[in-house]
């Protein structure tokens, strides 16, 4: 079994940032990639950033330049740097681990964690 856990929510004003960090734990053989997707208001759940196990990135076109997806060295946390924060990015941000546990492949979610960017 898998894991997954998101901190690092909080409010912030227009303008500022704010870092996310998403631990996974269990048995973890392989990680296909790491993503954080959010869900506004009133809206669908959209995928925002994609770290994937051989590194590659990819953003949505509304967060490029200004979020950061990284992963560290033991490949247990990931972190979303989020700066420029603009009243749109207001969201629940959820992690999901895309990875290969205990010989099966499985998609694996947080519980979220809340960003609002508000004056």
């Known amino acids: 079994q898998v894991q997954v856990v998101e901190s690092g929510g909080g409010l912030v004003q227009p303008g500022g940032s704010l870092r996310l960090s998403c631990a996974a734990s269990?048995?973890?053989?392989?990680?296909?990639?790491m993503n954080w997707y959010r869900q506004g208001p009133g809206k669908q759940r959209e995928l925002v950033a994609t770290?994937?196990?051989?590194?590659?990135?990819y953003y949505v076109d509304s967060v490029k330049g200004r979020f950061t997806i990284s992963i560290d060295n033991a490949k247990t946390t990931v972190y979303l740097q989020m700066n420029s924060l603009k009243p749109e990015d207001t969201a629940v941000y959820f992690c999901?681990?895309?990875?290969?546990?205990?010989?099966?492949?499985?998609?694996?979610w947080g519980q979220g964690t809340q960003v609002t960017v508000s004056s």
């Open positions: 269990g048995t973890i053989f392989h990680i296909y990639a």
């Open positions: 770290i994937t196990g051989n590194g590659g990135t």
């Open positions: 999901n681990a895309d990875v290969n546990s205990n010989s099966r492949r499985g998609n694996y």
